[in-house]
């Protein structure tokens, strides 16, 4: 057992506590993971018990303290039980889990509850959800992992990698699609040259006809990179003789570059990424594809840079950073915090174009320590946007070298909407030659962003 008190639950008066269980059934063990939220408002005065649909868990509502909180607050209940069910095991159904569990509710009922008092049970659905583990291995660097498909909220199949040493938290993710659907589009964009529709959820056939949706991103910091382009401006984008050039430190599963180099006409792409099992995993797993636009170099993110930067002769329209840090003392989760040094900010500058724009993933819960970080890239860069990231953690920082040399902007460029709406276009008449629609607003992935 292992508490855990944060200050988001010492301010609501909650406390959370983790159990393992364990329960015997017909010769073989099945462990669930209990997290019970207590909370201290009098007028809670029973206990409920929420199991998470398989392949939800690391859903912000279950996954995080506030979420699981607010969930308990919410349901005006003294005591909430919150289970997860074991990915590596097999469950009959919700009341055969009902039956397992009922020793554990017991044990952290509310002092003074009669024994006899029933206890609600309830999920998403009513069901147990659905998880396939597809995949495993084992990286040198973050140790062992699973690729698995579940099914959203929404209905979709999703496919995820999960490194077993935070599973909590999902690495990568794309949106599947039937590979029979995907084929059958395709010979009928090629025969009518029109354009495809926006497949339906595949069927839970064999994980081999499953493929993932390059034209759907999966996270929204992603969108907003993306969107991001329009900064450049269209003459840049779909400038034939002189293509978008595009530097991508972390590889994940692969859909940012992916979509970038299938729905923006000419982008070149180059990815760096440290951790080889990553590569193999995107490949495998997420669609990834290389060729002569779209480029790894296995190494690390950091010596990459310094390394182009001495040399010279290397330049980039666009420079992203989207790598997260193992380091969980740190209150900042991306980038790692060597890569917002200064000098290496400065090297980012260098190696930017003159229209140049330099993007940032950044996940950082102190306050303290994001003040200290924005200070650093605005001490490099004179013109930073931001755009924070509804319901998450994440903001995406947009820095414009072009505004470096001259004085700092006070609004949002006023041609920035409609050269979001030509993006737009742009993406959508590139489809004759990727495999899929691009399905995402750029407008809208741009109406918040703000002036820092």
């Not at 649909?53 to 509502?61: C, H, I, T, Y």
């Not at 509850?113 to 069901?127: E, I, K, T, Y």
């Not at 951790?275 to 950091?302: M, N, Y």
Request: charged share 20%; with cysteine; net charge negative.
């Amino acid at each position: 057992m292992r508490d855990s008190e944060t200050e988001t639950e010492k301010t609501q008066h909650s406390l959370t506590r983790e159990y393992c269980h364990a329960s015997a059934c017909f010769g073989h063990t099945r462990q669930y993971m209990c997290v019970c939220v207590y909370t201290i408002l009098l007028f809670f005065i029973n206990i409920f018990l929420f199991l998470v649909p398989q392949g939800r868990e690391s859903d912000w509502l279950y996954g995080s303290a506030e979420g699981r909180t607010q969930l308990a607050s919410s349901a005006k209940f003294r005591r909430l039980v919150i289970v997860a069910m074991h990915r590596d095991q097999e469950y009959e159904d919700m009341q055969a889990v009902q039956s397992e569990l009922s020793p554990v509710v017991m044990e952290l009922a509310p002092p003074g509850m009669p024994a006899n008092q029933q206890v609600p049970f309830l999920s998403v659905g009513g069901d147990l959800g659905w998880r396939e583990v597809i995949g495993r291995g084992v990286s040198a660097l973050t140790g062992e992992y699973s690729v698995e498909d579940v099914r959203g909220e929404d209905g979709h199949l999703y496919r995820r990698l999960i490194f077993m040493n935070n599973s909590q938290l999902v690495q990568s993710e794309s949106r599947l699609r039937s590979a029979a659907t995907a084929s059958s589009a395709h010979k009928k964009k090629n025969k009518k040259k029109s354009k495809p529709s926006v497949s339906e959820a595949p069927a839970l056939t064999d994980a081999k006809d499953r493929i993932a949706d390059r034209g759907f991103l999966c996270c929204t910091h992603h969108e907003v990179m993306v969107a991001g382009l329009a900064m450049l401006g269209m003459d840049a984008i779909n400038n034939k003789d002189h293509p978008m050039s595009v530097l991508l430190v972390g590889l994940g599963g692969g859909g940012l570059p992916q979509f970038v180099h299938d729905f923006v006409p000419f982008a070149r792409v180059e990815v760096v990424e440290l951790d080889p099992a990553l590569l193999e995993v995107a490949q495998s797993w997420f669609g990834f594809q290389t060729d002569e636009r779209l480029k790894v170099i296995l190494g690390d993110g950091l010596e990459h840079i310094k390394t182009l930067e001495s040399k010279g002769g290397h330049s980039f329209d666009v420079i992203m950073f989207d790598v997260d840090s193992k380091d969980t003392t740190l209150g900042m989760s991306c980038p790692p915090s060597a890569f917002v040094e200064t000098s290496l900010l400065k090297k980012v500058y260098s190696l930017l174009t003159p229209r140049g724009l330099f993007m940032l993933n950044l996940v950082c819960r102190d306050s303290a320590l994001r003040k200290s970080v924005l200070e650093r890239v605005q001490a490099v860069f004179t013109c930073v946007f931001s755009r924070g990231i509804e319901g998450e953690v994440n903001e995406v920082l947009l820095c414009c070298r072009s505004a470096g040399e001259g004085h700092k902007p006070h609004s949002i460029p006023q041609t920035l909407q409609q050269t979001a709406r030509d993006l737009q276009k742009t993406l959508r008449a590139n489809t004759q030659t990727a495999p899929c629609v691009p399905q995402i607003d750029i407008t809208a992935m741009l109406n918040d962003l703000k002036v820092i």
